[in-house]
């Protein structure tokens, strides 16, 4: 995967979307990843692998529902509960 600095990308979009047509894109801000640009292709090609949906509580079917009424912490967790 090509690297390259927010200013770059800034400087010379054209080239880097031209890669990011072939491969990835990191792009960097104050040193720290920042973004990756890729293509539309590609984004749809992960996007039909996404099988995670968001929905409301009200949504769940009701098994999930009560599961999640019903359920209680491990015992090993109980050395966090001061961070609560």
Do not use: C, N
Request: no cysteine; glycine share 2%.
């Amino acid at each position: 995967m090509v690297k390259i600095t927010a200013a770059e990308l800034q400087k010379q979009f054209g080239r880097y979307r031209e890669v990011a047509i072939r491969e990835p894109v990191s792009v960097t801000h104050h040193g720290r990843d920042s973004l990756v640009i890729l293509s539309a292709k590609e984004y749809r090609r992960l996007k039909a692998l996404d099988r995670a949906k968001a929905v409301h509580p009200w949504e769940l079917p009701d098994d999930l529902a009560q599961a999640l009424e019903t359920a209680s912490p491990p015992e090993s967790t109980k050395q966090f509960d001061h961070e609560i």
